[in-house]
């Protein structure tokens, strides 16, 4: 099948259900109902736009550095897609090209890459597990913030992508809660993390500070400036 579930020899077949972790087999979650779910409510999008002749959806986002770093970091937080589908599923922001000022949500990581993605700039944040090493009962527990290793357990993954091919990536650092929002912006009572050390920096800090300055510190790489560090117009 196609990266969007589609028959590749007989266009207009579709598969659905447990079937469709044919293109993610033992990966993650698509054998089961918590993953395919997922999986069906893109393949919905897919076979509408099909039939009546239109793109994948996409909507317009604020493409600034403080917005972008913010709807990332909120979506890490909230979306069931990209936490229960890693690395299969992902949030696609379109920099340049045809698509220009839009996301994509939740949609098959693949179809980007051989298709959306070819033309253009982009940035796609998965959620995504790192190396459990040798031994899943000894696992790394050391936390970085900007150098070494991706931590092992779950962690948000930004990446940049120019005419298809990856220019720049950041792991960000993985978080007990699986929350990297702040206190203020989560439910009152949620979540139990308020400090994690970060080898590389030799301090302690709040997850959420550090997701946000592992985010800004990517938009920054790729060229993506906060309104104040931009140069005055001529």
């Excluded at 039939?51 to 979506?75: N, S, Y």
């Excluded at 980007?112 to 253009?120: A, I, P, Q, S």
């Amino acid at each position: 099948m196609t990266p969007n579930w589609e028959h590749m020899s007989a266009p207009g077949i579709w598969f659905a259900g447990t079937v469709m972790q044919s293109l993610d087999f033992k990966k993650t979650m698509s054998g089961f109902i918590h993953g395919f779910r997922h999986n069906i409510k893109a393949l919905a999008e897919f076979i509408e736009g099909r039939a009546q002749g239109t793109d994948f959806p996409a909507h317009p986002v604020d493409m600034r550095q403080e917005a972008l770093v913010h709807r990332v970091i909120d979506r890490f937080s909230v979306s069931a897609g990209l936490f229960l589908q890693p690395g299969f599923l992902a949030d696609c922001y379109a920099i340049s090209g045809p698509l220009a000022g839009n996301v994509l949500s939740e949609v098959p990581y693949n179809w980007l890459t051989e298709g959306v993605m070819k033309k253009g700039s982009y940035v796609t944040a998965t959620l995504e597990f790192g190396n459990f090493g040798e031994n899943p009962l000894h696992v790394k527990r050391e936390h970085v913030a900007f150098e070494g290793e991706p931590d092992p357990f779950i962690h948000p993954v930004l990446r940049y992508w120019v005419d298809g091919e990856c220019r720049h990536q950041r792991h960000m650092s993985d978080h007990l809660d699986a929350d990297w929002r702040s206190f203020a912006n989560r439910d009152e009572g949620a979540g139990t993390v308020t400090g994690m050390t970060y080898t590389d920096e030799g301090r302690t800090a709040a997850p959420a500070d550090m997701a946000a300055a592992q985010a800004t510190r990517f938009f920054e790489e790729i060229g993506i400036m906060a309104e104040a560090a931009r140069p005055a117009a001529e």
